[in-house]
């Protein structure tokens, strides 16, 4: 079965300009939840999609947001970039079932650099 | 929210020694999960708790949960060069956090050969 796989995989941005990632889940899974990684913040999550509908969301501002697709293929996007976007972005995929113990597969991640 | 906080932040050891990294929670957690990213790559799920005092064993990983579910641990025996990486412990509050995991801070493990 193939892995989560992202798209690009890097990406260099200026400041103002707005970015579009993208997330294609394990085949069969319906959750798709997005974190951002920073040296200085560690992994925070974003937001998870599930069936076309954001079920859950983090303390981010309204630049970032998300959608995901009927296929479960999920993707994000920033707008108006700022220097401290730059981040690794990383999308895991889940069966989506809940309960608390989803088993999250995490892709390689987006490395985004904005200047 | 329920947060964990993990301890140390690194670690360097040499190779054949063990390597033990904690996360502790103010709060009774529902379960837990360890992950490992190598440097430059993504976490990979290595396991899951969910029982009080629960501990479970892949080769040299030995992963517990805290009789009270609000600390837990990995000990690694004999550390190999294969084991550097960033060790997180996670948890789902359950309920409605759908999707989301609280990672801990990690621990950064480096093996000296």
């Known amino acids: 079965k193939a892995g989560v796989t992202q798209t690009p995989r890097y990406l260099i941005k200026t400041r103002g300009q707005q970015v579009t990632l993208s997330c294609s889940p394990i085949?069969?899974?319906?959750?798709v939840s997005w974190y951002q990684q920073t040296p200085g913040q560690g992994l925070q999550f974003l937001f998870e999609y599930f069936s076309e509908t954001q079920r859950n969301k983090g303390n981010f501002p309204g630049r970032f947001s998300g959608r995901q697709f009927s296929n479960s293929r999920s993707e994000m996007n920033v707008s108006t970039l700022e220097l401290g976007d730059s981040a690794l972005y990383l999308c895991?995929?889940?069966?989506?079932?809940?309960?608390?113990?989803?088993?999250?597969?995490f892709g390689p991640g987006t490395r985004l650099t904005v200047l | 929210g329920q947060q964990v906080m993990q301890i140390p932040q690194y670690q360097h050891v040499q190779e054949g020694e063990d390597f033990t990294t904690y996360c502790n929670s103010s709060?009774?957690?529902?379960?837990i999960q360890w992950y490992k990213q190598r440097p430059g790559g993504h976490p990979v799920f290595l396991i899951q708790l969910v029982k009080s005092g629960e501990v479970k064993k892949q080769k040299r990983l030995t992963f517990q949960f805290g009789e009270a579910k609000k600390n837990s641990s990995l000990h690694i025996t004999a550390t190999q060069t294969t084991d550097v990486g960033t060790y997180f412990c996670?948890?789902?509050?359950?309920?409605?956090?759908?999707?989301?995991?609280?990672f801990g801070q990690g621990t950064i493990l480096t093996v000296h050969p």
């Open positions: 895991a995929s889940s069966l989506g079932y809940g309960g608390g113990t989803d088993t999250q597969y």
């Open positions: 085949s069969g899974h319906r959750s």
């Open positions: 709060t009774t957690l529902s379960n």
């Open positions: 996670a948890l789902n509050a359950g309920g409605t956090s759908y999707g989301k995991l609280t």
